[in-house]
């Protein structure tokens, strides 16, 4: 069957349409538009007016796409940005009113199980032991350890995001020692007391670790992070955006993204291999099953 799910999240409004069957899935189309809700959340304390009219006409926009694509099916998710936002629900029924189109306020627990499920079902091999999920966004970081496709044994959801932390660290483009050196004492502090269970694979998901590949390689490890942070350090966004294909405001992103997937990648005392699928593919796959 031929299914789409719309994610609206902290940096993206996200299309995938897949056809599913039984456990796998078949991507047909997939586009996003930087909304950048979180922004608005860390400088307003709230989503601004206007930037829920622009959000509802990225949804309405892509639900029409998904239908013109034969999807039978179009499930809706929200994340870190609208559960966090005082006037989160208003977003939600803004889009509803306009579209018809269910929202479900994914909880901090919630994104990482689908994240989880979303990356070990796209895997394309079956883990030696345990598995561990590395789940980047724009408003918040989910860190999932389980056992391939969908079994979880622990999981945490802590509220730092490439978005929230350049918007909160990271202001000079490209950014300075003394800001990252900020942004890594975030870090430490968001990241206290998490002590994740030894995992036999690392899998990382979401936009900064997709974008990365271009830019360090499917493979995370030390260097690659030191040669990867280096040279996003060396040019303005819009210039490193032309030289790997990638949207000038994804760059804007990448440092802090980067950031938040070495800290998981040293607390789980491993490197990360970047990821097929994520909440996405973990919806589709769900209704699915």
Same mark, same amino acid.
């Given at each position: 069957?031929?299914?789409?799910?719309?994610?609206?999240?902290?940096?993206?409004?996200?299309?995938?349409?897949?056809?599913?069957?039984?456990?796998?899935?078949?991507?047909?189309?997939?586009?996003?538009?930087?909304?950048?809700?979180?922004?608005?959340?860390?400088?307003?304390?709230?989503?601004?007016?206007?930037?829920?009219?622009?959000?509802?006409?990225?949804?309405?926009?892509?639900?029409? +796409? /998904?239908?013109?694509?034969? &999807?039978?099916?179009?499930?809706?998710?929200?994340? =870190? #940005?609208?559960?966090? @936002?005082?006037? %989160?629900?208003?977003?939600?029924?803004?889009?509803?009113?306009?579209?018809?189109?269910?929202?479900?306020?994914?909880?901090?627990?919630?994104?990482?199980?689908?994240?989880?499920?979303?990356?070990?079902?796209?895997?394309?091999?079956?883990?030696?032991?345990?598995?561990?999920?590395?789940?980047?966004?724009?408003?918040?970081?989910?860190?999932?350890?389980?056992?391939?496709?969908?079994?979880?044994?622990?999981?945490?959801?802590?509220?730092?995001?490439?978005?929230?932390?350049?918007?909160?660290?990271?202001?000079?483009?490209?950014?300075?020692?003394?800001?990252?050196?900020?942004? +890594? /004492?975030?870090?430490?502090? &968001?990241?206290?007391?998490?002590?994740?269970?030894? =995992? #036999?694979?690392?899998? @990382?998901?979401? %936009?900064?670790?997709?974008?990365?590949?271009?830019?360090?390689?499917?493979?995370?490890?030390?260097?690659?992070?030191?040669?990867?942070?280096?040279?996003?350090?060396?040019?303005?966004?819009?210039?490193?955006?032309?030289?790997?294909?990638?949207?000038?405001?994804?760059?804007?992103?990448?440092?802090?993204?980067?950031?938040?997937?070495?800290?998981?990648?040293?607390?789980?005392?491993?490197?990360?291999?970047?990821?097929?699928?994520?909440?996405?593919?973990?919806?589709?796959?769900?209704?699915?099953?």
């Amino acid at each position: 069957m031929r299914r789409a799910c719309i994610d609206i999240g902290s940096n993206t409004t996200r299309l995938l349409v897949a056809d599913c069957a039984g456990e796998g899935l078949a991507e047909v189309h997939q586009e996003r538009a930087f909304t950048r809700i979180g922004r608005d959340v860390v400088i307003e304390g709230e989503i601004s007016a206007a930037k829920i009219s622009e959000v509802v006409t990225v949804v309405c926009d892509q639900l029409e +796409r /998904a239908r013109g694509l034969g &999807a039978g099916q179009v499930h809706a998710v929200a994340t =870190a #940005a609208i559960r966090h @936002a005082p006037n %989160g629900r208003a977003l939600v029924e803004a889009v509803e009113d306009a579209c018809g189109l269910e929202i479900n306020v994914l909880s901090g627990e919630q994104e990482a199980r689908l994240a989880f499920l979303g990356a070990a079902r796209t895997l394309g091999h079956v883990p030696g032991g345990s598995l561990a999920v590395v789940d980047v966004g724009g408003g918040s970081s989910e860190l999932v350890v389980g056992t391939a496709p969908d079994t979880i044994a622990w999981s945490t959801s802590f509220a730092v995001g490439s978005g929230e932390l350049s918007d909160r660290c990271l202001h000079s483009d490209p950014p300075s020692e003394q800001e990252l050196a900020d942004a +890594r /004492a975030s870090l430490v502090e &968001a990241l206290e007391g998490v002590e994740p269970p030894p =995992a #036999a694979e690392a899998v @990382a998901v979401g %936009g900064s670790a997709t974008s990365l590949r271009a830019v360090a390689g499917s493979r995370l490890d030390g260097e690659a992070f030191r040669r990867a942070l280096a040279l996003l350090g060396s040019d303005r966004a819009a210039e490193l955006a032309r030289q790997f294909g990638l949207d000038a405001e994804r760059v804007r992103l990448l440092p802090a993204g980067l950031l938040i997937l070495q800290a998981a990648s040293e607390l789980l005392r491993a490197p990360l291999q970047i990821g097929r699928g994520g909440v996405r593919e973990g919806v589709l796959l769900e209704a699915g099953s």
